[in-house]
């Protein structure tokens, strides 16, 4: 009896699978870029149990504050855990009542310490979160986009791609991708990315959604398909050309 209680307790005192430390519903790439009147992001709505397309009706991409916009790629729980404490973040900040509010550069400083905090502590926040805004600033309208990933390393960027989409979206940004963009024709490059992550990321699905911040506020417009195109030759058959057995 004395030797059966004491591995039990060998046993909830170490050598146990840490359920929590590993990511299961999980959402792919999220795009986003400055363009002349503010910034716009994009991500699909799509999440998986770890290769299984579980849910396709998952909004990804939300407003914080007034000011400013988030995106997640990764564990979807996780976002979740993170949009909590941007909650209680700014309701203390308007609380406070004293005409200010946080801005996108304020909120991804606060992000870049909660996930290296939880990294040091060995139990990351398992996403790559993607933060944007407009605010007023001493120069004027001062535009802001940045990211962090589940270690802390954070950057500011003109545009960014978080998951596949640093592979395969990031080479399209940066050849295409100039500062004086108006709104259509920086959902029309999002909208490319997206497509070509479509069509090579086994992980993202047809349904994407948009969001849009400028010194007005935030738009999240309702989710959409685009039109594609599987008669490539290398769809139908893409072992053509490939040496070997099979």
Same mark, same amino acid.
């Given at each position: 009896?004395?030797?059966?209680?004491?591995?039990?307790?060998?046993? /909830?005192?170490?050598?146990?699978?840490?359920?929590?430390?590993?990511?299961?519903?999980?959402?792919? %790439?999220?795009?986003?870029?400055?363009?002349?009147?503010?910034?716009?992001?994009?991500?699909?709505?799509?999440?998986?149990?770890?290769?299984?397309?579980?849910?396709?009706?998952?909004?990804?991409?939300?407003?914080?504050?007034?000011?400013?916009?988030?995106?997640?790629?990764?564990?979807? %729980?996780?976002?979740?855990?993170? #949009?909590?404490?941007?909650?209680? $973040?700014?309701?203390?900040?308007?609380?406070?009542?004293?005409?200010?509010?946080?801005?996108?550069?304020?909120?991804?400083?606060?992000?870049?310490?909660?996930?290296?905090?939880?990294?040091?502590?060995?139990?990351? #926040?398992?996403?790559?979160?993607?933060?944007?805004?407009?605010?007023?600033?001493?120069?004027?309208?001062?535009?802001?986009?940045?990211?962090?990933?589940?270690?802390?390393?954070?950057?500011?960027?003109?545009?960014?791609?978080?998951?596949?989409?640093?592979?395969? /979206?990031?080479?399209?940004?940066? /050849?295409?991708?100039?500062?004086?963009?108006?709104?259509?024709? /920086?959902?029309?490059?999002?909208?490319?990315? $997206? #497509?070509? #992550?479509?069509?090579?990321?086994? %992980?993202?699905?047809?349904?994407?959604?948009?969001?849009?911040?400028?010194?007005?506020?935030?738009?999240?417009?309702?989710?959409?398909?685009?039109?594609?195109?599987?008669?490539?030759?290398?769809?139908?058959?893409?072992?053509?050309?490939?040496?070997?057995?099979?």
């Amino acid at each position: 009896m004395g030797s059966h209680a004491e591995g039990g307790s060998q046993a /909830a005192g170490g050598g146990q699978t840490q359920r929590t430390q590993y990511p299961y519903v999980t959402g792919t %790439s999220v795009i986003a870029l400055k363009y002349k009147d503010g910034v716009i992001m994009a991500c699909d709505t799509g999440a998986s149990y770890g290769s299984t397309l579980r849910y396709k009706s998952v909004e990804r991409i939300k407003a914080v504050g007034k000011h400013s916009l988030i995106g997640a790629s990764g564990e979807f %729980s996780d976002f979740q855990e993170i #949009l909590r404490y941007l909650d209680e $973040l700014t309701l203390s900040d308007h609380m406070w009542d004293d005409g200010n509010s946080l801005g996108p550069k304020e909120i991804h400083s606060y992000l870049t310490r909660v996930m290296y905090n939880r990294r040091n502590k060995f139990d990351p #926040l398992w996403n790559s979160l993607v933060l944007g805004g407009v605010k007023k600033g001493p120069k004027g309208d001062e535009k802001y986009l940045g990211m962090v990933n589940m270690i802390g390393t954070h950057f500011e960027e003109n545009h960014i791609a978080t998951g596949f989409g640093n592979h395969l /979206a990031i080479p399209i940004l940066r /050849a295409e991708w100039h500062e004086d963009m108006t709104f259509e024709e /920086a959902v029309k490059l999002v909208e490319k990315c $997206l #497509l070509v #992550l479509l069509y090579r990321d086994r %992980s993202s699905i047809n349904k994407f959604q948009i969001a849009k911040i400028t010194t007005e506020g935030s738009t999240i417009y309702p989710p959409y398909s685009l039109k594609t195109y599987w008669g490539f030759s290398h769809f139908e058959n893409p072992a053509q050309g490939a040496v070997g057995s099979w």
